[in-house]
Nanobody, 127 residues
Framework: QVQLVESGGQLVQAGGSLRLSCAAS????????MGWFRQAPGKEREFVGCFIWNTANTFYSDSVKGRFTVSRDNAKNTVYLQMNSLKPEDTAVYYCADKVASYYKGPYSNPQTYDYWGQGTQVTVSS
């Protein structure tokens, strides 16, 4: 079992920055990839970015590429989502997710690829 706890969400003005954290506990040694998703009211959960554990590769959605960065701190078992140049359309609940299965389950952009989820943290960007 893996437990994930997100933090760092808050109200911020457009153009500002935020850093979200996702602290993992439990069987963290089995992590294969960590993903960030977001969900706005009335919309489906949307892929934001992910970090592949053994290669340190990152992938991003087109909507955040160049503005958001996913990184990790191994010592703290924590993954971060640095968000710069925030826009009102970035307003959503942000979730981190953990893929522990080493076999292919689908693209990293698919929520069903991931095995564990955090409870989410609200990010609101005002115009």
């Amino acid at each position: 079992q893996v437990q994930l706890v997100e933090s760092g969400g808050q109200l911020v003005q457009a153009g500002g920055s935020l850093r979200l954290s996702c602290a993992a506990s439990g069987r963290t040694f089995s992590t294969y990839a960590m993903g960030w998703f977001r969900q706005a009211p009335g919309k489906e959960r949307e892929f934001v970015g992910c970090f592949i554990w053994n290669t340190a590769n990152t992938f991003y959605s087109d909507s955040v590429k160049g503005r958001f960065t996913v990184s990790r701190d191994n010592a703290k078992n924590t993954v971060y989502l640095q968000m710069n140049s925030l826009k009102p359309e970035d307003t959503a609940v942000y979730y981190c997710a953990d893929k522990v299965a080493s076999y292919y389950k689908g693209p990293y952009s698919n929520p069903q690829t991931y095995d564990y989820w955090g409870q989410g943290t609200q990010v609101t960007v005002s115009s």
